[in-house]
């Protein structure tokens, strides 16, 4: 089973609550990928509840929960982490996953911000090349 795992403060919204660009398609992309999408917060699972549905990406999220909660998930091969906080996707790796590290996203870079694209198109290269 592949999963992703991925942030939401400084990942998918800036401080004020804006949205990096394209995340529903962003989201509808890696949905074709993975098995299960977790997204978390250290604000808490209701809260990263009421950002997804905010986002519109609930329909590509299989369940929120509390940031860092992931310990109760046996991280395996195959599973992906995004987060903006290094030591998690680092964490991660340790533990024999897939990590990304995405810079802090504030909407002063919406204009030529990609980072969370480019992993998405990393992603999907990754899987075409398992396919082949």
Same mark, same amino acid.
């Given at each position: #089973?592949?999963r992703? +795992?991925? @942030?939401? *403060?400084?990942?998918?919204?800036? &401080?004020?609550?804006?949205?990096?660009?394209?995340?529903?398609?962003? +989201?509808? /992309?890696?949905?074709?990928?993975? *098995?299960?999408? $977790?997204?978390?917060?250290?604000?808490?699972?209701? $809260? =990263? &509840?009421?950002?997804? /549905?905010?986002?519109?990406?609930?329909?590509?999220?299989?369940?929120?929960?509390?940031?860092?909660?992931?310990?109760? +998930?046996?991280?395996?091969? %195959? @599973?992906? !982490?995004?987060? @903006?906080?290094?030591?998690?996707?680092?964490?991660? #790796? /340790?533990?024999? =996953?897939? %990590? $990304? !590290?995405?810079? $802090?996203?504030?909407? %002063? #870079? =919406?204009?030529?911000?990609?980072?969370?694209?480019?992993v998405?198109?990393?992603?999907?290269?990754?899987?075409?090349?398992? =396919?082949?």
């Amino acid at each position: #089973m592949k999963r992703l +795992f991925c @942030d939401v *403060d400084g990942t998918l919204i800036d &401080q004020h609550d804006n949205p990096r660009p394209n995340l529903p398609n962003i +989201f509808e /992309r890696l949905s074709k990928h993975f *098995d299960k999408i $977790y997204i978390w917060s250290g604000g808490g699972q209701d $809260y =990263a &509840q009421m950002q997804m /549905r905010r986002l519109g990406i609930g329909e590509y999220v299989s369940c929120c929960h509390t940031k860092m909660s992931f310990s109760k +998930f046996k991280i395996q091969t %195959g @599973d992906i !982490c995004i987060d @903006d906080e290094l030591e998690v996707p680092k964490s991660f #790796m /340790r533990l024999g =996953a897939t %990590g $990304y !590290c995405v810079p $802090y996203y504030t909407v %002063g #870079m =919406a204009k030529n911000e990609d980072a969370l694209e480019e992993v998405c198109r990393k992603i999907e290269a990754e899987n075409k090349k398992e =396919a082949v």
